[in-house]
């Protein structure tokens, strides 16, 4: 099978006992790496994530979710999964991580992380290994691997931000979600020397007040640093099917496939395709996982 990232082997893994999800292995290309973030709640981070998710893997490409929110497993919520395990299970060795991925739709994989999170800054070096040595059979799995964090500014998001090769910050055209985003990239450029970002913008009536809000960021940052970097990915519009699809757990490209927000999903993955962090070739997945355990 050949495809723009190379030549795939097919390979079957078993996941939660069960064998028959298939993942095509790439010879020679690294995932991209990939945190969504946002400074505060209430944007549509983890709807995004999803919808996004499945907008890739129609354009062809395989995608692993990490859910990173600690303990509210809303990933699996907006899929209307019911995870057995999750990555605390990983940390103990009671499973394999294959036995802990569990299937979403259109063949996303989804890694449920949990209360699991919080036990990454609480690792023995026997433990870091064995993450370390799971993580390294995913790398040639996928071309993407997305991480939902948390919303906010505690060390456990900073450092989901920080391990990632690229970080897609959500924002709204309200004054506080502005504000919270500013926040966040201050800190991580100031405190972690983080210097790239990438914008949505979430819930907007038009394209015009979508780039109000990158040009209010962009001023924002200014501030802090010449050498800071935002690109603008774009935005998805505000639609009553968006919240309508999120409350009957099921993504609106699959529920409503033709509305102005699923459209905006197509969109975005192509856009998101279409960039690049010119210069990075440390966006393997095993990398990505020395990075998060370092930083604790």
Same mark, same amino acid.
Not at 89 to 116: F, N, Q, R, Y
């Given at each position: /099978?050949?495809?723009?990232?190379?030549?795939?082997?097919?390979?079957?893994?078993?996941?939660?006992?069960?064998?028959?999800?298939?993942?095509?292995?790439?010879?020679?290309?690294?995932?991209?790496?990939?945190?969504?973030?946002?400074?505060?709640?209430?944007?549509?981070?983890?709807?995004?994530?999803?919808? #996004?998710? $499945? !907008?890739?893997?129609?354009?062809?490409?395989?995608?692993?979710?990490?859910?990173?929110?600690?303990?509210?497993?809303?990933?699996?919520?907006?899929?209307?999964?019911?995870? !057995?395990?999750?990555?605390?299970?990983?940390?103990?060795?009671? =499973?394999? *991580?294959?036995?802990?991925?569990?299937?979403?739709?259109?063949?996303?994989?989804?890694? +449920?992380?949990?209360?699991?999170?919080?036990?990454?800054?609480?690792?023995?070096?026997?433990? =870091?290994?064995?993450?370390?040595?799971?993580?390294?059979?995913?790398?040639?799995?996928?071309?993407?691997?997305?991480?939902?964090?948390?919303?906010?500014?505690?060390?456990? $998001?900073?450092?989901?931000?920080?391990?990632?090769?690229?970080?897609?910050?959500? !924002?709204? @055209?309200? +004054?506080?979600?502005?504000?919270? !985003?500013?926040?966040?990239?201050?800190? /991580?450029?100031?405190?972690?020397?983080?210097?790239?970002?990438?914008?949505?913008?979430?819930?907007?009536?038009?394209?015009?007040?979508?780039?109000?809000?990158?040009?209010?960021?962009?001023?924002?940052?200014?501030?802090?640093?010449?050498?800071?970097? #935002?690109?603008?990915?774009?935005?998805?519009? =505000?639609?009553?099917?968006?919240?309508?699809?999120?409350?009957?757990? @099921?993504?609106?490209?699959?529920?409503? +496939?033709?509305?102005?927000?699923?459209?905006?999903? @197509?969109?975005?993955?192509?856009?998101? *395709?279409?960039?690049?962090?010119?210069? #990075?070739?440390?966006?393997?997945?095993?990398?990505?996982?020395?990075? *998060?355990?370092? @930083?604790?």
């Amino acid at each position: /099978m050949v495809n723009s990232v190379g030549i795939f082997n097919e390979k079957v893994h078993e996941v939660n006992g069960a064998k028959g999800v298939r993942i095509y292995s790439a010879v020679s290309a690294f995932p991209r790496v990939v945190s969504v973030t946002s400074g505060k709640g209430g944007v549509g981070k983890t709807n995004i994530v999803g919808n #996004l998710a $499945i !907008a890739l893997r129609r354009l062809g490409k395989r995608v692993l979710i990490l859910d990173g929110d600690l303990g509210l497993a809303n990933i699996d919520i907006i899929f209307g999964l019911s995870p !057995a395990y999750n990555i605390r299970h990983v940390i103990s060795g009671e =499973k394999d *991580l294959a036995e802990v991925i569990v299937e979403g739709p259109e063949g996303i994989l989804i890694i +449920p992380a949990g209360s699991g999170v919080h036990e990454l800054a609480h690792l023995t070096n026997g433990q =870091k290994l064995n993450l370390l040595n799971e993580f390294d059979t995913l790398d040639g799995d996928f071309d993407i691997f997305l991480i939902d964090t948390g919303a906010g500014i505690s060390s456990n $998001i900073i450092y989901f931000n920080i391990a990632a090769q690229e970080r897609i910050v959500v !924002a709204t @055209c309200e +004054p506080s979600s502005i504000r919270s !985003a500013s926040a966040l990239m201050e800190i /991580m450029h100031t405190q972690h020397g983080t210097r790239r970002f990438k914008l949505l913008v979430n819930m907007v009536n038009d394209e015009e007040e979508a780039r109000s809000v990158f040009e209010d960021l962009t001023g924002s940052l200014e501030r802090f640093g010449k050498d800071m970097s #935002l690109e603008y990915l774009g935005f998805i519009l =505000k639609d009553d099917n968006f919240q309508r699809a999120a409350r009957e757990q @099921c993504p609106v490209l699959q529920r409503y +496939p033709e509305s102005a927000a699923s459209k905006g999903f @197509c969109e975005l993955a192509e856009r998101f *395709l279409a960039s690049s962090e010119n210069g #990075l070739s440390d966006g393997n997945i095993k990398f990505f996982w020395r990075k *998060l355990i370092s @930083c604790h």
